[in-house]
T-cell receptor, first 113, second 111 residues
Framework: EPEVTQTPSHQVTQMGQEVILRCVPI?????FYWYRQILGQKVEFLVS????????KSEIFDDQFSVERPDGSNFTLKIRSTKLEDSAMYFC???????????FGPGTRLTVL | ELKVEQNPLFLSMQEEKNYTIYCNYS?????LYWYRQDPGKSLESLFV?????AVKQEGRLMASLDTKARLSTLHITAAVHDLSATYFC???????????FGTGTSLTVIP
């Protein structure tokens, strides 16, 4: 069964450093998303991406964040200068658009020291 | 901003008992989703509810949607330990591009 994959599973970085989180969505999906979940809290929307551009973004997704689909398979989230409060689990999701059902990857745990 | 609230936040229930988790949301939406999350794991899709009155069942779980009341329920029948997890509802605000997740209900089924 096709699934969303994410790498790395755990990333530790120093405050102020740039990180890139990678995702490979399900191959025939057209819609891509990033969410984050701070430990013990609910899942929060960051950004959605369709047709090679951002469709929607939340207030969390400020100038420090960017997304890219550099080739036909990868979807990346970049945080330019990490802050302590960026520590969270980051989930990538993808969907076909039908009923907007979204399928989530296993997540990348980001720890900012 | 669309608000999605679940209750209870924590639920400890005995095996073989029944219980209902409630998901209320603050704006019009015809689409609601239920996910399960095990500790340290990702979100597993359980149900997709796409219209008023929709009811779906899988095993011991049954989900329903009342769009007029802006309410969805997840009913657990004869709970078993394997159902222990956190359950999230998520609402699509009809923009088609983002989900608003509920606060989550942490369910523990005890023998």
């Amino acid at each position: 069964e096709p699934e969303v994959t994410q790498t790395p599973s755990h990333q530790v970085t120093q405050m102020g450093q740039e990180v890139i989180l990678r995702c490979v969505p399900i191959s025939n999906h057209l819609y891509f998303y990033w969410y984050r979940q701070i430990l013990g809290q609910k899942v929060e929307f960051l950004v959605s991406f369709y047709n090679n551009e951002i469709s929607e973004k939340s207030e969390i997704f400020d100038d420090q964040f960017s997304v890219e689909r550099p080739d036909g398979s990868n979807f990346t989230l970049k945080i330019r200068s990490t802050k302590l409060e960026d520590s969270a689990m980051y989930f990538c999701a993808s969907g076909q658009g039908d009923y907007n059902e979204q399928f989530f990857g296993p997540g990348t745990r980001l720890t900012v020291l | 901003e669309l608000k999605v609230e679940q209750n209870p936040l924590f639920l400890s229930m005995q095996e073989e008992k029944n219980y209902t988790i409630y998901c209320n949301y603050s704006t019009t939406s015809d689409r609601l989703y239920w996910y399960r999350q095990d500790p340290g794991k990702s979100l597993e899709s359980l149900f997709v509810l796409l219209s008023n009155g929709a009811v779906k069942q899988e095993g011991r779980l049954m989900a329903s949607l009342d769009t007029k009341a802006r309410l969805s329920t997840l009913h657990i029948t004869a709970a078993v330990h394997d159902l222990s997890a956190t359950y999230f509802c998520a609402v699509d605000a009809n923009t088609g591009n983002q989900f608003y997740f509920g606060t989550g209900t942490s369910l523990t089924v005890i023998p």
